[in-house]
T-cell receptor, first 115, second 116 residues
């Protein structure tokens, strides 16, 4: 069965600091997708990234970067030079192609960026 | 392009009453999912529609929950009768079906349900 673990329940940083959110997953499938979603105070879940299991290249999008390592079953998310607007709950999720693409979520990490 | 829309955004009902949540997916998205997050726990899958058909309802907690998607457009999730443990945030998501592949799911803002 699939499982996603976000060990950090809450992180507090000061603006301009770099911060890494950890995500570890378990799956028996060889084909799967990993996701990150952001939940700002307004409540909706905002899609950030999807990565398939065959693509281990790291990705950078502005101040955001993702490090996918199959050897450690991790898909960590780094925010560089954090800003107050980055304050949100961040969810890591996994979907298996053989499971209808339903998402299994981690418990979320609440990030607080203080000015 | 409009995103996934959920209504109402908040609902407070008494135990034993009925509540119906509505989700309007992104136009053209065949996949529609319901998830919920009860207090302090993970976001959990409830069910998945492909067009008007229930593809997977393995996450539905019990028979007090009924989901429909008539005509393959919007979906409703009815809770009858509501219990205290049903309180939480109910999310709807939709995605496209492109060939045999599903694209990433886009979520609505959620409906916060409080049963008192």
């Amino acid at each position: 069965a699939q499982k996603v673990t976000q060990a950090q329940t809450e992180i507090s940083v000061v603006e301009k600091e770099d911060v890494t959110l950890d995500c570890v997953y378990e799956t028996r499938d060889t084909t799967y997708y990993l996701f990150w979603y952001k939940q700002p105070p307004s409540g909706e879940l905002v899609f950030l990234i999807r990565r398939n299991s065959f693509d281990e290249q790291n990705e950078i999008s502005g101040r955001y970067s993702w490090n996918f390592q199959k050897s450690t079953s991790s898909f960590n998310f780094t925010i560089t030079a954090s800003q107050v607007v980055d304050s949100a709950v961040y969810f890591c999720a996994l979907s298996e192609v053989n499971a209808g693409n339903m998402l299994t979520f981690g418990g979320g990490t609440r990030l607080m960026v203080k000015p | 392009e409009a995103g996934v829309t959920q209504f109402p955004s908040h609902s407070v009902i008494e135990k034993g009453q009925t509540v119906t949540l509505r989700c309007d997916p992104i136009s053209g998205h065949d996949n529609l999912y319901w998830y919920r997050r009860v207090m302090g726990k993970e976001i959990k899958f409830l069910l998945h529609f492909v067009k008007e058909s229930k593809q997977d309802e393995s996450g539905m907690p019990n028979n007090r929950f009924l989901a429909e998607r008539t005509g393959g457009t919007y979906s409703t999730l009815k809770v009858q009768p509501a219990e205290l443990e049903d309180s939480g945030v109910y999310f709807c998501a939709s995605s496209q079906l492109v060939g045999a592949l599903n694209t990433e799911a886009f979520f609505g803002q959620g409906t916060r349900l409080t049963v008192v």
